[in-house]
């Protein structure tokens, strides 16, 4: 398969649906999740930031995009490549950086790491690190909201390395079987771990992956953020009627390797170089916002107030104190 390539079945986008105010805040969004993503790529290197670390970017469009379509009280879990749902979910960069380097301020208080943090303030549930397992705990999220009467909906994320776990089918098969509100998002960056989609699934349209439950089914451009935010109101529309659960297949791409441990040797630098030349989300929605009379200083401008934020966040985290010893024994046994 050719890098980012997708076939006839793919929603892209005519051209731009949001307002240009939306194209400026999904610039500023996605920016700050790509250099929060090279920071944290930085400090991992030098040795601050322990465990797995495995980073979002390339992937921007696809969480900001999707954030874009939700309201408050909708709830959000994913895998462990989490740390752009934490930050498009409206966790700071203080505590997410925080809880990367294991301190008291973190998210986790210093205890989840990369890979197990939350926000319940936020909606967000994690982050985590068994493989698929999420879905499962998605549609549970889903069921309360249901549960409750609400019209709220959840989004449980995972990639193409998980799309045939066990779980993630009998997921479909509860979620369709209750009408759950719960919007399953792959996001296919074509890479489960070092192993290509092609090798790995006998299925190469993973869209229809629920098909058998009646679970309806869309490929998305994931690389181009009006084709996500367009896919995503038609996914809520759908959940909060009340007709049950949504699968959104985003076709997407991830630069760096699967962790910061992986030298991605499974494939050639120019494949990688292609995509960034030709797909990036980020120059996509810059171009889209000077062809629209947006100047290069406002942009400048708010890159120079995404790097301050992450440069604090930084600084914060580092300078954050080590959680006390005592803090083992916190947050084991809930006592109802």
């Known amino acids: 398969m050719e890098a980012g390539t997708n076939n006839a079945q793919t929603t892209g986008s005519n051209g731009p649906s ?49 954030q874009m379509a939700l309201k408050d009280g909708d709830k959000i879990i994913t895998s462990y490549r989490d740390h752009g749902q934490m930050l498009a979910a409206g966790m700071t960069a203080r505590g997410v950086m925080a809880e990367l380097t294991g301190r008291a301020t973190g998210y986790s208080h210093g205890k989840g790491g990369s890979m197990h943090m939350f ?58 079987l209750h009408k759950l509100p719960c919007i399953f998002v792959i996001e296919n960056n074509l890479y489960g771990m070092g192993t290509s989609i092609e090798r790995a699934s006998a299925s190469h349209e993973l869209w229809r992956n629920g ?31 009340g007709k049950g659960p949504y699968l959104l297949e985003m076709m997407t791409y991830r630069y760096r390797g699967h962790s910061m441990s992986d030298p991605a040797k499974y494939r050639k630098r120019e494949e990688v170089d292609a995509v960034r030349k030709t797909r990036d989300p980020i120059e996509h929605v810059k171009q889209i916002l000077l062809d629209s009379g947006v100047d290069e200083a406002s942009l400048r401008s708010i890159e120079n107030d995404v790097k301050a934020v992450v440069n604090d966040s930084a600084e914060f985290a580092q300078t954050s104190p080590e959680p006390d010893p005592a803090e083992l024994y916190t947050d084991v046994l809930l006592e109802a």
């Open 18 to 66: 949001l307002t240009r105010e939306q194209f400026l805040q999904a610039y500023q969004d996605m920016v700050l999740i790509r250099r929060f993503e090279e920071k944290a790529g930085q400090l991992y290197g030098m040795g601050l930031i322990g465990g797995f670390c495995h980073l979002y970017i390339g992937q921007e469009a696809v969480v900001v995009g999707i």
């Open 119 to 176: 926000s319940r303030e936020k909606n967000f549930y994690g982050g985590h690190g068994i493989v698929g397992a999420q879905v499962a705990l998605g549609i549970g999220l889903a069921f309360a909201n249901k549960y409750r009467g609400t019209d709220e909906v959840s989004i449980a994320y995972f990639g193409d390395g998980a799309a045939n776990q066990g779980q993630v089918y009998e997921s479909f098969n509860l979620a369709a």
């Open 211 to 241: 098909e058998p439950w009646g679970v309806p089914g869309r490929r998305v451009d994931g690389m181009d953020i009006a084709a996500v935010h367009e896919a995503a109101e038609e996914a809520v529309a759908h959940c909060r009627a």
